[in-house]
């Protein structure tokens, strides 16, 4: 239903939507019509294509009904047919909601920041931080955005560092029934500081960091919404002076739905 909801998204900038599945002809057109699906449903009765693509789930028995279904994911496609990136879970129940896949994939539709944070009173880090979902369901995967602005002459570290010095280092808290993935920080250029033998990565302009979240627990009556902590911490410098570390307390609340 996400994918039906942001199929707008998606058409503006120019993505086309397509689903596999071994249903039938007749059940994807009954689950179109039922759900108001306008994109196209592809089926694969003998999972033959499935099978073609090496992503049939072995982990599902032969003798068990969802037998045939493939893992679930995504194959990104780029104009001139070359599969650009994809993504996979091996639990059949996993999905990706359609921001994060816009985001994360395709690099556009860009999750609306849930947080707003910055260094003051100079402004030389702006952090954001925004989940790629706007509400979350059971076993679905949603990436945690979170992106540095640096002023002019600015950066800060990354990995690896020499000791004493605080790279960009995000954390989000633990909590029952959500699954928190490693964090993926972007690449960094070389820098060296005169004087110093040691070697360092740093961020200039924009320093980006997102991390898998996959809601592993259902909502109930009680249970309607998720709130996620998220710790930011990184030390700015300028080219001849570096400033004391700096941590960031954020929390973003997604409603849950069944």
């Known amino acids: 239903m996400q994918l039906q909801d942001s199929l707008a998204q998606f058409s503006a900038s120019g993505i086309r939507i397509f689903a596999i599945s071994p249903d039938s002809v007749e059940d994807l057109a009954a689950f179109a019509a039922l759900h108001g699906i306008t994109y196209p449903l592809l089926s694969d009765q003998r999972s033959e294509v499935i099978r073609d693509f090496g992503i049939l789930n072995t982990l599902i028995r032969d ?34 909601a359609a ?32 989940l790629g979902a706007s509400t979350l369901s059971f076993m679905q995967r949603a990436d945690l955005y979170v992106s540095l602005d640096l002023a002019d002459g600015i950066h800060v570290y ?21 699954r928190i993935g490693e964090a993926v920080y972007a690449a960094t250029r070389p820098f060296r500081i005169a004087g110093l033998d040691e070697q360092f990565y740093v961020y200039e ?20 919404q998720l709130t996620v902590e998220v710790q930011v911490r990184y030390q700015a410098c300028t080219d001849k002076e570096c400033f004391a570390p700096t941590s960031h307390n954020a929390l973003i609340v997604v409603p849950l739905q069944s």
Do not use: N
């Open 99 to 130: 921001p994060t896949v816009l985001r994360s994939g395709f690099g556009v539709g860009a999750a609306k920041p849930s947080t707003a944070i910055a260094d003051r009173p100079d402004s030389r880090v702006a952090v954001e931080v925004a």
């Open 158 to 178: 990354g990995r690896p560092i020499p000791a004493g010095y605080q790279p960009i280092d995000v954390r989000v808290a633990a909590q029952e029934g959500v």
């Open 63 to 96: 003798d068990e009904p969802e037998y045939g279904i493939p893992y679930p994911g995504s194959y990104l496609v780029a104009s001139d047919g070359r599969v650009a990136a994809k993504s996979f879970h091996r639990e059949y129940q996993v999905r990706e």
């Open 205 to 224: 302009g924009r320093a980006a960091v997102r991390v898998p979240i996959v809601l592993a627990v259902r909502p109930t009556d009680t249970l309607t």
